[in-house]
């Protein structure tokens, strides 16, 4: 059989305007791979549908802005040139007229071109949208591949295209994102006392993770630190955001945009979980100064489970009785850590520290313990401020205790910034990446383009099932 594809467009009133062919496919006996359309057909026939229907488009279009909009006299042609536009169905040489500007509106022989007034950007907001959103969440050259493999648009992207419409996307958010501000708690508690009861607090885990630098000017050798995190609300889908806080020039703003996203209150306690790294801990107090910031249970307890192991591996026909001595004296620690007592805690660490350097014979377990035991005194006496009492807080239902903070770092760095070993990164590049990666792990690029662009609203429930 012989199948032929028509379109045709009709006017306000009902007449077909234009018939146009737009495919012509053959079928013989069934098979499996001649049922219905073939990928290479449907990509044809979406192309030629689309040609069709933005040439009437366009035409009309021109036809309306040929006269003057002032007097409505002819406006003179003074040539015409081509406009490139990328859709997510082709890409289309459109011919774009340009006329002299009427008398009545200058003196001055100054042309305009309507057609190419109309758009401004080449690149239609879908097919940006698509690039975006998914080369944020992969590599360039795979986005590259996925969408030509599965749109007919052939070979007009290429990673540098994508990658540079990517940056343009995120610098658009960022150019949104308001000012920053040294407070975003807005009022005072007066007034905050007026408002509904605020939910159970907000928890924020932040992490901080390191990619690949591009130069070698930047600290840590080759490396910069990025910084996550994600909120948890005690309701509600949890949101991560990411930046490069060497180059981010307005954090606070972006982690209230990210609360308020979901319905943070001025009356509304924030609790901060980190791992207690340096910049992280400087970092939840510069972000939100009234919250609460403690030191996330997780990295206490992981630390204290691999020192037991250390102690258990003690070799007990050299050291009898020391191995099981020593995992004793660490589970009086973490019963005082767990409690909040960080001066019994530490006094424990001290204690344990000076007999491990009098146990015998210094074997290489025994050295890593020392070393693990050294380091964890280091640690709690650098976050001595951030260690609440957690087993109060546990019976009372509060948060201790992230976990998702290691993940996360994994969820919104590793898997597309440095698992590409051979990826190197500037910290512009990064961060902005970061801006578009968030956002469409949290199923919110959608609307945002939404918001761009009006036309593409309202087909939300596609990214939620995605998200
Ligand atoms: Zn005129």
């Known amino acids: 059989m012989k199948v032929r594809i028509q379109v045709t467009v009709e006017s306000d009133q009902g007449e077909a305007q234009c018939v146009e062919d737009v495919a012509e496919f053959e079928r013989g006996a069934l098979q499996p791979d001649a049922l219905g359309l073939t990928l290479a057909e449907a990509k044809a026939l979406l192309q030629g549908v689309q040609r069709t229907i933005v040439a009437e488009q366009t035409t009309a279009y021109l036809e309306g802005h040929r006269p003057c909009p002032a007097c409505q006299a002819p406006r003179r042609c003074k040539g015409h040139h081509q406009l490139v536009y990328r859709t997510v169905f082709g890409k289309l040489t459109l011919s774009s007229p340009r006329g002299y500007m009427c008398r009545c509106q200058t003196t001055e022989p100054r042309s305009v071109s309507p057609l190419a007034d109309l758009l401004p950007e080449r690149t239609a907001p879908e097919l940006l949208y698509l690039e975006a959103k998914f080369a944020a969440l992969m590599s360039y050259g795979v986005t590259v591949d996925v969408l030509g493999e599965l749109l007919p648009i052939g070979a007009q992207l290429n ?195 000076m007999d491990l350097d009098d146990l015998e014979p210094v074997t290489e377990g025994l050295k890593k313990l020392r070393k693990a035991v050294h380091e964890f005194l280091g640690y709690i006496t650098a976050n001595k401020a951030f260690i609440p009492n957690y087993g109060d807080r546990y019976r009372h239902g509060e948060t201790i205790s992230t976990a998702f903070a290691e993940s996360t770092v994994n969820q919104i760095v590793s898997r597309r910034m ?40 309202g087909d939300l429930h596609q990214e939620q099932e995605a998200a």
């Open 159 to 353: 990673a540098t295209t994508v990658q540079r419409h990517l940056l343009r996307v995120a610098e658009r958010m960022e150019h949104e994102l308001g000012e920053e501000q040294v407070m975003f708690v807005e009022g005072c508690p007066a007034e905050w006392e007026r408002l509904s009861p605020p939910d159970a607090p907000l928890t924020v885990g932040l992490d901080g993770g390191y990619v690949h630098a591009l130069d070698d000017r930047s600290r840590k050798a080759g490396w910069f630190e990025v910084i996550v995190g994600k909120s948890l609300p005690d309701e509600g889908a949890s949101k991560c955001f990411g930046f490069v806080h060497t180059y981010d020039t307005k954090p606070k703003r972006r982690l209230f945009e990210v609360l308020r996203s979901q319905g943070m209150q001025a009356n509304q306690q924030v609790t901060f979980l980190s791992d207690g790294g340096d910049t992280v801990r400087e970092l939840q107090m510069y972000l939100h100064p009234e919250a609460e910031h403690l030191l996330d249970w997780f990295n206490i307890s992981m630390r204290m489970t691999v020192m037991g192991q250390m102690a258990k591996g003690l070799a007990p026909r050299e050291v009898p009785e020391a191995g099981s001595d020593v995992e004793r004296q660490l589970e009086r620690i973490k019963w005082y850590l767990w409690h909040g007592n960080v001066f019994r805690a530490l006094q424990g660490l001290e204690d344990l520290t």
């Open 418 to 457: 440095v698992k590409q070993q051979q990826m190197r990164w500037t910290q512009r590049g990064a961060h902005l990446l970061l801006q578009v990666r968030t956002q469409a792990l949290n199923g919110d690029l959608h609307a945002t383009f939404g918001r761009w662009y009006p036309g593409m609203q």
